[in-house]
């Protein structure tokens, strides 16, 4: 579906350096229903680009498109892992191969045995998969190559010998350490025993096995990711969701669904969070997955779609998509995927918008 200037919304107000006001409500009819942009600042606009598109590239009757997506510039893949499903009475989560040939896309279903996955980073030559465990197995970070057999490696499974909760999502600095935050949803979603640590944010050195709780203080850590000068460290707090999707689970309006922003410092020579503050607080259900792009914009998958914020912490648009959106990728010259549990969306804004993650 190609999005033309009438299916960009303008919010309720006119924008100083701008002659057109838009006032539909709440969304031009026939058009943003089935994905679009809202325009709130026109920075936004150059993210967007001269034409704008969005289209479902993929659907399934079970939420396939739930979390992860990572893309694989060298083959143009997207792995992807899904919501809950159920056989034979047990939940179990789906890993997905999302490409592209000359007939379409295709979803092709991959089986590395890591178990209930949840957010991925790419990672040497392959991908970095949060494994939630189950009550009986432990979870943690696993390594796998993205090529048959999909050979997996288990990079660390414990806090000191204590189990992680429900691992969640992942980044990698540039000094190779490894980021990740561990909420305890999995023992509300009943596929984790009683945690044995709080809803934390982890530091792992594999070069030297070192393992550092480096913050407590969000009730829910949920998606993380670094600014471009990688001096910034934006994590989102979830607490508003109880259950942790955006289609399911019960939403508390009161509680937390921000993006708090810490400054990466130095301190004995080793890395600190200080300075914590509230960079933005989603207007629609709760930020999950967090990027950037090269330029330091912020962008999260929320209750109605991908919501941008200038570095500055300004909702600049939204790439809207009915339902929501619970993880995202860049991929290249401007494309993003949209995970929209029982959909996935491609989105072709500027050939000049880059991930900072890839930079490409």
Request: glycine letters at 12%; a negative charge; aromatic letters at 12%.
């Amino acid at each position: 579906m190609s999005v033309s200037e009438s299916c960009i919304v303008y919010p309720r107000k006119k924008l100083a350096s701008m002659r057109k006001q838009y006032f539909q409500q709440p969304f031009a009819e026939g058009c943003l229903p089935q994905g679009g942009f809202v325009l709130h600042d026109e920075r936004f606009s150059q993210i967007l680009g001269n034409n704008p598109t969005i289209e479902v590239i993929a659907e399934e009757i079970e939420p396939f498109a739930h979390e992860a997506g990572v893309y694989m510039p060298a083959t143009g893949e997207v792995y992807i892992t899904s919501n809950h499903l159920r056989y034979a009475g047990k939940k179990y989560v789906q890993i997905s191969r999302v490409y592209n040939d000359w007939k379409g896309y295709h979803v092709d279903d991959i089986e590395p045995g890591i178990v209930l996955a949840n957010g991925g980073v790419n990672y040497r030559e392959g991908i970095l998969f949060c494994e939630q465990g189950s009550l009986t197995e432990p979870g943690g970070l696993v390594y796998m190559k993205p090529e048959e057999p999909y050979e997996t490696e288990m990079i660390i499974s414990d806090y000191h010998g204590r189990q992680f909760n429900s691992v969640n999502d992942v980044v990698i600095h540039k000094d190779g350490s490894i980021w990740f935050t561990d909420p305890t949803y999995g023992h509300e979603q009943g596929i984790r025993p009683l945690p044995q640590l709080p809803p934390q944010t982890y530091r792992y050195d594999p070069g030297t096995g070192d393992i550092r709780a480096m913050d407590d203080s969000l009730t829910k850590p949920n998606g993380l990711c670094f600014s471009p000068d990688q001096l910034t460290l934006y994590i989102t707090d979830t607490a508003g969701m109880a259950g942790c999707t955006h289609t399911s689970g019960i939403y508390s309006p009161a509680k937390a669904a921000s993006i708090y922003a810490f400054d990466i410092i130095t301190r004995h020579g080793a890395p600190f969070l200080a300075n914590k503050r509230l960079f933005a607080f989603a207007d629609v259900g709760i930020p999950d997955g967090i990027k950037c792009d090269t330029e330091g914009n912020v962008y999260s998958g929320c209750g109605d779609g991908v919501h941008v914020w200038s570095p500055g912490g300004m909702l600049i648009g939204k790439v809207y998509v009915p339902g929501g959106c619970a993880n995202f990728c860049f991929g290249k010259g401007g494309e993003m995927f949209l995970l929209n549990e029982k959909k996935m969306w491609r989105a072709q804004l500027s050939p000049e918008l880059k991930g900072d993650l890839l930079g490409l």
